[in-house]
Each structure stands twice: as structure tokens, then as C-alpha cells.
């Protein structure tokens, strides 16, 4: 997953990176000012939005009405140090998801972002299940059969992003977007990599494969074979 953070106080910004990197392995993107802001949030690569009210240059209200103007459904959380009531509704209405008041508890901002992600890609439960093999959004572990799978950080990003989109097709570049923040050097061929250690952990021994390939398309993740 890839969280951009629009947050002008850059220490405040720094911090929630580290944290979301660390507690839910997702790579994090940091701008400080509404303009940029609003231009990575257009860009389409990134699964949740963490946005600041109060910036320089555009502030955060306006960011979050013209990103939903361009008709973008990212799940944007709102960082509001305001206590009002009114302000809150008029923002909840004008299309963010959802909102915390600072100071605010990093637990908290951590559960609401994981629920938001999980929501904007379908997901009712942080269990996600393909056939036998189930992830857990929260715990980030995998098993197949009730067999614990042991993977690297990016190998686990890697299957979580494709269990999110379970039944689609992801192509190399969108695994490369999601996976990656802005300053990773980024080769396609890493992609291939991580699949086919994915698979030799997944599938080998299985009956049943849920890793496909889709020549010259990408990969999905189901049960049964892909038309
Ligand atoms: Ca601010």
C-alpha cells in the first residue's frame, strides 16, 4: 500500500511516515504544502490520503474539493485541529472519509487508515481470504492450509496488495506504484522476483495454484483458473 501525507509541519509529517512504514509496512509519500499536495493526490498511485486543513498555498479543504472534482474516490482521513462541529460536517460532505482532531492517538490515526484502505478496496473484514489462503490486514501474516507462510516485508506487501485486489488483474507498474514510495530506485524485474517466491511459498505443493500469470498483463489472484 502507498499513504500519502500532506501535512505542512514537516517534523509532525516525518514521524507519521516512520510510524505508518513501521506499524503497517505501507510506503509513505510527505509533501508540505497543498499544491504538491494536490498534484500527487491526482496522480492515481496512491491507496489512502492523510490531509492536513491548514497548509500553505492551497489549504486542505480546497485540496480535498478539487481532487474530488476530478472525479478521484482515494480514501482521504482528515487532520483538523479545529473542534468545530460544522467545519467537520461540511468536510465529511464535501467527500473526505474520515477525520481525527490533534492532537490525536497514533494508534488511532494507524487503525482508521488500515479500515480506510481496506474499505476503498471492497474489503468488509481485515481477513482476506483466496481459497485456503487467508491474510491478516492487522497482524500482516499470511497461512495457507493453517500453515503459517514466512515472508520478507516485501514479499508480505507484495501479496497483500494482490489480495486487496483479489480476482483482478494488477500489472507490473501498478505493483510497482503501490509498493514503492517516490525515492526506491524501481525495476520491474524486482516485481518478478518477489511472484516467484511468492509462488514456491504459496502454490508449490498445492493442488490448487492462486498466483496466475497473464502474459504480457500482470497478475491475479483467485481461485481457479483466470479467463
Ligand atoms: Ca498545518
Same mark, same amino acid.
Request: glycine share 8%.
Given at each position: ?45 496512491? #491507496?489512502?490520503?492523510?490531509? /492536513? ?8 479543504? @480546497?485540496? $480535498? %474539493? +478539487? =481532487? ?18 460544522a ?5 465529511? #460532505?464535501?467527500?473526505?472519509? /474520515? ?8 494508534? @488511532?490515526? $494507524? %487503525? +482508521? =487508515? ?9 474489503q ?17 501474516s ?10 520478507s ?5 507484495? =501479496? ?57 498483463r ?10
Open positions: 500500500m502507498h499513504v500519502l501525507v500532506i501535512e505542512d509541519e514537516e517534523r509532525l509529517a516525518q514521524n507519521l511516515a516512520k510510524a505508518i512504514t513501521k506499524n503497517a509496512g505501507f510506503a509513505v509519500d510527505i509533501t508540505l504544502n497543498g499544491e504538491d499536495g494536490l498534484h500527487l493526490a491526482t496522480s492515481g498511485v496512491f #491507496d489512502a490520503i492523510i490531509l /492536513d486543513l491548514m497548509l500553505p498555498i492551497i489549504p486542505g479543504q @480546497e485540496v $480535498l %474539493a +478539487r =481532487l474530488r472534482k476530478t472525479g478521484d474516490k482515494t480514501p482521504v482521513l482528515i487532520l483538523t485541529a479545529k473542534e468545530d462541529k467545519s467537520v460536517i461540511a468536510l465529511l #460532505d464535501s467527500g473526505a472519509d /474520515d477525520y481525527l482532531a490533534k492532537p490525536f492517538d497514533l494508534g @488511532e490515526l $494507524l %487503525a +482508521r =487508515l488500515k479500515a480506510l484502505i481496506r474499505r476503498g478496496k471492497g468488509a473484514s481485515p481477513q482476506l481470504v483466496v481459497g485456503d489462503l487467508v491474510l491478516d490486514f492487522n497482524t500482516r499470511a497461512a495457507r492450509g493453517g500453515y503459517r507462510v514466512e515472508m516485508p516485501m514479499e508480505y506487501r507484495t =501479496l497483500e496488495y494482490l489480495m486487496m485486489r483479489q480476482g483482478s488483474v494488477v500489472s507490473k507498474e501498478e505493483l510497482l506504484e503501490h509498493l514503492y514510495d517516490y525515492n526506491w530506485e524501481k525495476f520491474s524485474n524486482v516485481i518478478e522476483v518477489y511472484i516467484s517466491t511468492l509462488r514456491r511459498k504459496i502454490d508449490s505443493g498445492n493442488a490448487e495454484r492462486l498466483i496466475h500469470t497473464l502474459r504480457g500482470g497478475y491475479v489472484l483467485r481461485k481457479g483458473e483466470p479467463q
